[in-house]
C-alpha cells in the first residue's frame, strides 16, 4: 500500500518561511518522481514544483527563486522549502508521487494535503 503523508503546514506572515515534509512508505522511492502541488478555495490544483528520480527539478512560474523542492532517498522524503511566502501561497499543498514498480504496476499517488496559510 503506498502511503503518503505531508507535514509541515501552517500559518506564517507574508516574507516568511516554512518547508513542507512528505514521507513515503510502500514504493521504491529513489525511482520515483515526486512533486508538490496546491489548491486554493475555488481554484483548480496547480503543479508548484516536480523532482524526477534522477533530481532534476521544475517550478511554476510563480514560485521560481522562493520555492525549492528536494529529496532524500535515504529517507524516503520529499520536501519543499518555501521563502518569501505571499497571502496568494496560501492552499492546501498536496504531494504527489508517482512511478512504477513490479509490484504495484504504475502507481500516482497523493497525500493528504497540508494547509499553508500566509497572512498579510
Known amino acids: 500500500q503506498v502511503q503518503l503523508v505531508e507535514s509541515g503546514g501552517g500559518l506564517v506572515q507574508a516574507g516568511g518561511s516554512l518547508t513542507l515534509s512528505c514521507a513515503t512508505s510502500?514504493?521504491?522511492?529513489?525511482?520515483?518522481?515526486a512533486g508538490w502541488y496546491r489548491q486554493a478555495p475555488g481554484k483548480q490544483r496547480e503543479l508548484v514544483a516536480a523532482?524526477?528520480?534522477?533530481?532534476?527539478?521544475n517550478y511554476a512560474d510563480s514560485v521560481k527563486g522562493r520555492f525549492t523542492i528536494s529529496r532524500d532517498n535515504a529517507k524516503n522524503t520529499v520536501y519543499l522549502r518555501m521563502n518569501s511566502l505571499k497571502p496568494e501561497d496560501t492552499a492546501v499543498y498536496y504531494c504527489?508521487?508517482?512511478?512504477?514498480?513490479?509490484?504495484?504496476?504504475?502507481?500516482?499517488?497523493w497525500g493528504q494535503g497540508t494547509q499553508v496559510t500566509v497572512s498579510s
Open positions: 504527489n508521487a508517482n512511478g512504477f514498480t513490479p509490484r504495484l504496476g504504475t502507481y500516482n499517488s
Open positions: 510502500g514504493i521504491i522511492f529513489s525511482r520515483a518522481a
Open positions: 523532482i524526477t528520480s534522477g533530481s532534476t527539478t
